[in-house]
């Protein structure tokens, strides 16, 4: 203002935030604890912003991929036994309620279940007399299913036979949807 020379100084420092950028692949969620500290449960971009230790304004970016591991639910009803090929291999014979934890495709815990009901198979048993005299009969009877199937074709608990000579017999038995193993007998005929 007076005509005079005047050198002024600007003594400046700027200061440049930094950009933090982090990419995250997790199962099921994620807590950005070094960031908003939110917990997300789907993947996508996140910002937060924030004012860094020099006063400016700080903007970091989390990439997240969050995989959600499918459960699977299996019902089965099966007689004697069940083997668990697509779950834990294992074979039971109880019923009852099972759990298989697995590593899925994505590193993530998986948890499948099995709703298992084993029905018994039954045990079938004949009576009746193994020995008779040539053209005699004798009644041969099964027991422990609710329905039969002979080797003679008979939808019958009993039969009644009379071999010319030693003669084997069995039958198959039904219950629960479940199928004996055969039982037998042999008449022998003197």
Known sequence: ????????????????????ALTVIECNSYIWTAGDGHTY???????YSHTDANGCTQVDTLHLTVFHPQHTALTVNECGSYT??????????????????HTDANGCTQIDTLHLTIRPIPVVTITGNGFIHLYESTTLTAHGADSYVWSTGAHSDAITVSPAS??????????NGCTSAPASVTVEVG
């Open 1 to 20: 203002a007076n005509g005079c020379t005047q050198v002024d100084t600007l003594h400046l420092t700027v200061f440049h935030p930094q950009h933090t």
């Open 41 to 47: 449960t789907q993947s996508g971009n996140y910002l």
């Open 84 to 101: 668990w090929a697509s779950g834990d291999r294992h074979t039971y014979t109880q019923s009852g309620n099972y759990l298989y934890s």
């Open 166 to 175: 030693v003669t084997t017999y069995s039958v198959t038995g039904y219950a």
